[in-house]
């Protein structure tokens, strides 16, 4: 056992408290540097929005045999992934930050691309290809903040366990339509035959 005390003295922290009150929620304890987890914030923004604009794009463009599941899925992670966009806005607030909605730069600011896909095959592959992306720029933001920024380390790591599940949901669906055989691209037309 230790004789470090667990807690400041709680008068030095009523004392803090209403020290800098206008600062809200951001208090002397945060250590992080809050213009780059804004500007990271808004980076993962811009990344969400993109990918609820694809997974929308393909829930409306989605065509096959297979298609209406695959389509119903589109559409659960793209409202999935605006409850993502929500809460990176509120907590880009929080840190006194504004939240950059402007659709002018959104694709360079995103970390994903968008990508319509040829067909029903290539358009859950771009999907996956974005949760990759995302799933590995949100474990280094989470790197980064480490404990000096704790609650936007835990907010995005419950996103980061989301985007992990529509990976593997994108993963299975790749691996389900092989097995039905459904084409990766559609059949070339056939010339007919004169009679």
Not at 67 to 76: D, G, I, P, R
Not at 91 to 106: A, C, M, N
Request: glycine letters at 6%.
């Amino acid at each position: 056992m230790t004789d470090k005390p667990f807690l400041t003295d709680i008068e030095t922290i009523r004392k803090r408290a209403r020290q800098h009150i206008d600062q809200g929620a951001i208090t002397a304890g945060y250590s992080a540097d809050r213009k780059v987890v804004v500007d990271l914030l808004n980076a993962a923004l811009a990344t969400e929005i993109v990918c609820v604009l694809r997974y929308k794009y393909h829930y409306y463009m989605a065509s096959g045999i297979n298609s209406k599941a695959v389509a119903a899925e589109f559409l659960e992670h793209a409202n999935e992934e605006q409850g993502h966009a929500d809460q990176i806005a509120e907590r880009i607030t929080q840190l006194e930050g504004k939240p950059d909605f402007s659709p002018k730069g959104l694709s360079e600011r995103s970390h994903a691309d968008y990508v319509e896909g040829e067909d029903l095959v290539d358009m859950i592959k771009e999907n996956l290809v974005a949760e990759r992306i995302a799933i590995d720029t949100y474990r280094e933001i989470i790197q980064y903040l480490g404990n000096d920024d704790p609650t936007t380390r835990r907010m995005l790591e419950e996103i980061l366990a989301s985007e992990e599940e529509h990976a593997e949901d994108m993963g299975s669906l790749l691996e389900q339509l092989g097995k039905k055989g459904e084409p990766a691209k559609p059949a070339p037309k056939r010339a007919r035959a004169k009679a």
